[in-house]
């Protein structure tokens, strides 16, 4: 299975741009990249998901270079409501199963 | 924008009794998952259905039981709870295509002593 590895932890600042690093070295050809937002004491939400080069939605984007051996999420000018666990994720394909690392802890500060 | 329904949110328990975490969906969709998380920790699978009448064992241990009757429901039992059992239990769907994201219900925080 494709392990992710991501940063325990991060803080910033609100109005600052926020990036993520995750690898996954062992991500297979059909797999996906994909990262969830978690607030304490919700179930996590779906933020954004990638295959390769660049996805940008409403709320983050997601940059993937060529060897998709790692992934980086982009929240640009992150508020005090963006502090949250950040999980990145390799979505196997064909699978039914999504694998939930520790997840990047982020905490915005005013 | 909830569309995933988790019930109880709390509950407190004596060990040996059992119980039931109800889990119900309103947006059609054929998988559903229970995801077990201790507070900090991450999530993992421990049950999940491709549809009615499908149950499977995820990766994680777990003594606790699941049933898919209808679509829309995904019921969670343990049959003798523990303390061991403390924990969130975690409900989610998705559409059957591959690759679609989760959406997750908010959870019930199972305390049992």
């Known amino acids: 299975l494709a392990k992710t590895t991501q940063p325990i932890s991060m803080d910033s600042y609100e109005g600052q741009e926020v990036n993520i690093t995750c690898s996954h070295n062992n991500i297979a050809t059909n797999d996906y990249i994909t990262w969830y937002q978690q607030f304490p004491s919700q179930g996590p939400r779906f933020i954004i998901q990638g295959y390769k080069t660049k996805v940008t939605n409403e709320v983050a984007s997601l940059f993937i270079p060529a060897d998709r051996k790692s992934s980086t999420l982009s929240l640009p000018r992150v508020s005090l409501s963006d502090t949250a666990v950040y999980y990145c994720l390799v979505v196997i394909y064909n699978t039914d199963k999504l694998i939930f690392g520790t997840g990047t802890r982020l905490q915005v500060f005013p | 924008e909830a569309d995933i329904y988790q019930t109880p949110r709390y509950l407190v328990i004596g060990t040996g009794k059992k119980i039931t975490l109800e889990c119900s969906q309103t947006?059609?969709?054929?998988?559903m998952y229970w995801y077990q998380q201790d507070p900090g920790m991450e999530l993992h699978l421990i049950h999940y259905?491709?549809?009615?009448?499908?149950?499977e064992k995820g990766d994680l241990s777990s003594e606790s039981t699941v049933s898919r009757i209808r679509t829309e429901h995904f019921p969670l039992t343990l049959e003798s709870a523990r303390p061991s059992h403390t924990s969130q239990y975690l409900c989610?769907?998705?559409?059957?295509?591959?690759?679609?994201?989760?959406?997750f219900g908010n959870g019930t925080r199972l305390t049992v002593t």
């Open positions: 989610a769907s998705s559409k059957p295509l591959d690759n679609s994201p989760l959406h």
């Open positions: 259905s491709y549809g009615v009448n499908s149950t």
């Open positions: 947006m059609g969709h054929d998988k």
